[in-house]
Nanobody, 118 residues
Framework: QVQLVESGGGLVQAGGSLRLSCAASGSIFSINAMGWYRQAPGKQRELVAVITSGGRTNYADSVKGRFTISRDNAKDTVYLQMNSLKPEDTAVYYC????????????WGQGTQVSVSS
């Protein structure tokens, strides 16, 4: 069993920065990728950025050049550094993990709110 706990959300003005953290605990050995998804009101959940156990990353086009995902294997923690935030980045951000036996992200945190004012 794996637990994902997010932190770091909040309210920021457009152009500002925030860093999200996701700490994983439990059966960490079963995870081969972690990342961030977001869901804005009235919209479907969408991928923001993911990173594999080998360090390969993938970003949504809308955040490329502004967001950076990284991981600290010693702390079993994944980070999302968000710069040049825009009002359209406002959403609940969810940490996600994919187990080696899964074909998609199947483990989720509780979510953290990110609000960007114009």
């Amino acid at each position: 069993q794996v637990q994902l706990v997010e932190s770091g959300g909040g309210l920021v003005q457009a152009g500002g920065s925030l860093r999200l953290s996701c700490a994983a605990s439990g059966s960490i050995f079963s995870i081969n990728a972690m990342g961030w998804y977001r869901q804005a009101p009235g919209k479907q959940r969408e991928l923001v950025a993911v990173i594999t156990s080998g360090g390969r990353t993938n970003y949504a086009d809308s955040v490329k050049g502004r967001f950076t995902i990284s991981r600290d294997n010693a702390k079993d923690t994944v980070y999302l550094q968000m710069n040049s935030l825009k009002p359209e980045d406002t959403a609940v951000y969810y940490c996600a993990a994919r187990r080696a036996i899964a074909t998609s992200y199947d483990l989720w945190g509780q979510g953290t709110q990110v609000s960007v004012s114009s």
